[in-house]
């Protein structure tokens, strides 16, 4: 990789990493380029582009996406407008993977339900348990976060899943959750609280549809598997 010590005006108009990415488009950069086009700026000891590789020398793109600004501006050079800079350009690709242009975006499979909501996941580090209220057309009117941490009776209440559900008239929910550990197989307090929720929405009349676990690039249907 070519390394850069002189200043970025310094360099020919046609070699700086925006006039080239106009030029050739951003396909035609280097990681560290794209990231110095968005910080723009580097420091009195170093240009943005040598900045910006030795951010990506100790952070890999996967690693960087996932550390908070806290973290970031740890690192000589990276002050609170850069990490927040940094930030903001990953939670905008983890908002594009998962973009509808629908305005009630429908679920018609597992799959549908594990590309909304896996970018999001992949870097929680702890369980988040969504609920998708749905009309009767199986389109999403609703979708709510009831609970952070290790699923167990106590913070997963069919109370709490229920109320939203009934507070925007859904015909049905769809529940799902992440592992952290990367591995979507069940546990038995996920097949058990599933199990809880399906006859609590028979009382109430609430069909719950499925319960989705996100792992790290795959997930498991609870309706597929039988469960359901």
Do not use: W
């Amino acid at each position: 990789m070519q390394e850069y010590k002189i200043k970025i005006l310094d360099m020919q108009k046609e070699e700086r990493p925006r006039e080239r990415l106009i030029k050739n488009g951003a396909a035609a950069l280097s990681d560290s380029e794209l990231l110095a086009i968005i910080l723009r700026t580097g420091s009195r000891q170093e240009n943005v582009i040598n900045l910006c590789q030795r951010i990506l020398s100790q952070y890999n793109l996967k690693q960087l996406s996932q550390i908070s600004p806290d973290q970031l501006m740890k690192m000589h050079g990276i002050k609170e407008s850069k990490a927040a800079q940094i930030a903001s350009c990953f939670e905008i690709a983890r908002r594009l993977e998962s973009f509808n242009e629908d305005a009630k975006p429908k679920i018609n499979s597992p799959e549908d339900v594990y590309r909304r909501i896996y970018p999001r996941m992949r870097e929680q580090k702890k369980e988040n348990f969504i609920e998708l209220c749905l009309d009767t057309k199986n389109q999403i009117i609703k979708e709510e976060i009831i609970s952070i941490g290790s699923l167990n009776a106590n913070i997963v209440h069919p109370r709490e899943v229920f109320k939203a559900a009934l507070a925007v008239s859904a015909a049905h929910i769809i529940l799902a959750h992440n592992h952290p550990s990367g591995d979507p197989t069940p546990s038995r307090e996920d097949i058990e609280i599933t199990k809880k929720l399906i006859e609590a929405g028979k009382i109430i009349g609430i069909d719950v549809l499925d319960h989705v676990i996100i792992g790290d690039g795959r997930h498991f249907s609870m309706r597929e598997a039988g469960h359901i």
